[in-house]
């Protein structure tokens, strides 16, 4: 090992422009995300039924038992880091979807809360960092993939963009009628295939009534004729049967399952509503087991909160979440090998981020041994918060701190009282973000100025949750400027259809616009631009990438989330924890279309010698 290398290693180490790698929380936005950290040999006995758990899903003729898995363990042991895992590892292999919810608070129509965060999870990036293609557009895709090679003229008709609404309406049912007639889908709903289709055509208006559609939303008569007339799901049973049928529909077309995914049921502050709540949700969980032969379900909570609660279930579905697989209990304390990986893990990111390999002979080094060793038996989440102490010490002195502190090693005490006071508060906030989130039924808005005005109020949120401070932002019309501490850049709402030219003409004012006002331009659109790569609006985009543009798709629950945080922070923005949830879950930052906007995914900015930051402007 040189001087130099080493020398290179602490700079890295110490430097306040690097991201913190020792961040040891885990939130709902987080598991969207792969985890770059993620070790795999903790929890691994969980991991191992997990996988085996997905394979024997593929084969719904076998045994329908061992599908239901109830994770126990305290708080910090690491559930919602082993639930994010569980996502990365089926979407990175295309060996699934899973949908992620926390169904803790909601006191309503538990198949509602179910369906809407299954198809919040569907219209997501399916694999985030690889590729923009939402879960939903995937499936609509297996489908056409389905057909044979005489059948899909009329889906590439359909994807250039040029047909009128009755054209596509035509295209759609043809293509449904000869996908049902395949046995592979002689289960699945007819109506189910024809709107999944109609996302090949890239409409955004068309794709916020398809969302409409698969939510059991009332449809009015507008939304029904970009839909081919289809008759909306709003009897009584209707959420649990969506969410059946779309279980069913990713078996029939890729022979993968649906993985739900429920997380900190432990978020309960009313004892005696929560016997109901988890009542209701274990009840709503087992019967979509029922329902689907290929679907995973996996549930997180505390061990002391299941104990206390499960007498409230019915000898059934106690039977089955007790004994169908046994609880798994997550075992905290950390040995010496788990220990190292985590460490090690996070400072090769470290150092790769700043361009500077790891000790091939030392993988935690800097990190002194004395201290890894003496975080042996603690929870992974107490590891990591030691570690980050350390190097904030090493930040705040510009040097490798010395360990113990020169001062003594100081005595171990409980947390302050207060400390967990502001905790619960913040939990408190946490409950009610999701309950909020989810009695939301005010579907996104589909004109273009209203997206504007909504885009608008998501990136001046999203800019102070990132802790730029506020930003400047106008609207004109459907067009948005920004100026803030990270990013300038004049941002369009582009939703036309390619047909007649209208999206290219929107383009190239977007382009007209961003030159007069000196600013890069980012064109924002609520479905997939088109993929053509021969049509006059093909190489408008082309021009438009080339010159420095950049594209990107808000999803529809995107929308609804910029939204819904406006209102809830009218509501609850006044309390005292409000700012600290909203740096611990960043309910905006956390969705990666304004993340992107934002540039918020680069390095921070350098520091100068006097401590300020550098300016820092995206090209």
């Known amino acids: 090992m040189t001087a130099e290398a080493n020398a290179a290693r602490v700079a890295a180490f110490c430097s306040s422009a690097a991201a913190d790698p020792f961040h040891a929380v885990a939130t709902a936005s987080d598991v969207w995300r792969p985890d770059p950290y993620d070790v795999e040999s903790i929890h691994g006995r969980v991991r191992a039924w997990f996988d085996r758990a997905v394979e024997r899903a593929r084969d719904v003729s076998g045994p329908s038992s061992g599908r239901l898995l109830l994770l126990l363990g305290e708080s910090g042991s690491g559930k919602t880091h082993l639930m994010r895992a569980f996502r990365s590892k089926v979407h990175g292999a295309g060996r699934g979807y899973c949908a992620y919810m926390q169904m803790t608070s909601y006191t309503g129509d538990y198949p509602r809360y179910a369906l809407n965060n299954v198809i919040e999870s569907l219209d997501r990036p399916y694999c985030e960092g690889a590729s923009p293609e939402s879960g939903l557009r995937r499936l609509s895709d297996g489908l056409v993939a389905m057909l044979g090679e005489d059948r899909r003229e009329g889906v590439e008709r359909l994807r250039e963009g040029g047909l009128d609404q009755a054209a596509i309406?035509?295209?759609?049912?043809?293509?449904?009628?000869?996908?049902?007639?395949?046995?592979?889908?002689?289960?699945?709903?007819?109506?189910?295939?024809?709107?999944?289709?109609?996302?090949?055509?890239g409409d955004p208006a068309i794709h916020?009534?398809?969302?409409?559609?698969?939510?059991?939303?009332?449809?009015?008569?507008?939304?029904?004729?970009?839909?081919?007339?289809?008759?909306?799901?709003?009897?009584?049973?209707?959420?649990?049967?969506?969410?059946?049928?779309?279980g069913g529909l990713i078996h029939a077309v890729e022979g993968a399952p649906l993985v739900i995914c429920v997380d900190q049921l432990e978020d309960v502050f009313d004892l005696e509503q929560a016997s109901a709540k988890f009542r209701r949700a274990m009840a709503t969980l087992?019967?979509?087991?029922?329902?689907?032969?290929?679907a995973i379900v996996v549930v997180s909570c505390l061990e002391n909160f299941y104990d206390e609660l499960k007498p409230m279930l019915t000898r059934s579905t106690r039977d089955r979440v007790e004994n169908d697989p046994r609880p798994a209990v997550l075992e905290t304390p950390c040995g010496p090998e788990e220990v190292r990986a985590l460490i090690a893990r996070r400072i090769e990111h470290l150092f790769k981020s700043a361009g500077v390999d790891p000790d091939?002979?030392?993988?935690?080094?800097?990190?002194?041994?004395?201290?890894?060793?003496?975080?042996?038996?603690?929870?992974?989440?107490d590891v990591l918060q030691e570690c980050q102490a350390y190097r904030e010490r090493c930040v705040e002195e510009g040097k490798m701190a010395a360990h113990p502190p020169e001062s003594g090693p100081a005595p171990a005490v409980a947390a302050p009282k207060g400390d967990d006071?502001?905790?619960?508060?913040?939990?408190?906030?946490?409950?009610?973000?999701?309950?909020?989130?989810?009695?939301?039924?005010?579907?996104?808005?589909?004109?273009?100025?209203?997206?504007?005005?909504?885009?608008?109020?998501?990136?001046?949120?999203?800019?102070?949750e990132d802790g730029g401070g506020e930003a400047r932002v106008r609207v004109d019309g459907r067009f948005v400027t920004f100026d803030g501490p990270r990013a300038r850049f004049v941002a369009s709402v582009c939703n036309r259809p390619p047909q007649g030219g209208a999206l290219s003409r929107e383009i190239e004012e977007l382009d007209a616009f961003a030159a007069a006002e000196g600013l890069r331009a980012v064109a924002v659109r609520s479905a997939a631009f088109p993929p053509s790569k021969t049509s006059k609006t093909a190489k408008v985009l082309a021009d438009f990438d080339a010159g420095g543009g950049l594209r990107v798709v808000v999803e529809d629950s995107d929308w609804r989330a910029f939204a819904a945080f406006?209102?809830?922070?009218?509501?609850?923005?006044?309390?005292?924890?409000?700012?600290?949830?909203?740096?611990?879950?960043?309910?905006?930052?956390g969705l990666k279309s304004l993340r992107t906007i934002l540039h918020q995914d680069a390095p921070p900015p350098a520091r100068r010698a006097g401590g300020t930051p550098d300016d820092a402007t995206p090209p």
């Open 208 to 246: 916020a009534r398809l969302l409409k559609y698969l939510r059991c939303e009332d449809l009015n008569a507008r939304d029904r004729r970009y839909l081919g007339d289809v008759d909306p799901n709003t009897y009584a049973d209707a959420c649990s049967r969506m969410t059946a049928r779309l």
């Open 566 to 589: 406006a209102a809830f922070r009218d509501r609850r923005g006044g309390e005292p924890a409000f700012e600290a949830w909203r740096r611990r879950t960043r309910p905006l930052t």
């Open 286 to 294: 087992c019967d979509l087991l029922s329902r689907v032969r290929s």
């Open 360 to 381: 091939p002979m030392d993988p935690i080094a800097p990190i002194p041994e004395a201290l890894a060793t003496a975080l042996v038996g603690l929870r992974a989440r």
């Open 421 to 464: 006071e502001a905790r619960r508060a913040v939990d408190e906030i946490e409950q009610a973000w999701s309950d909020f989130r989810s009695a939301q039924a005010e579907p996104a808005p589909v004109e273009e100025p209203e997206l504007a005005e909504a885009l608008a109020r998501g990136l001046r949120d999203a800019s102070e």
């Open 169 to 201: 309406d035509a295209v759609v049912a043809e293509t449904a009628d000869a996908l049902i007639r395949d046995e592979r889908l002689a289960r699945v709903d007819v109506y189910l295939i024809q709107a999944l289709l109609y996302l090949q055509a």
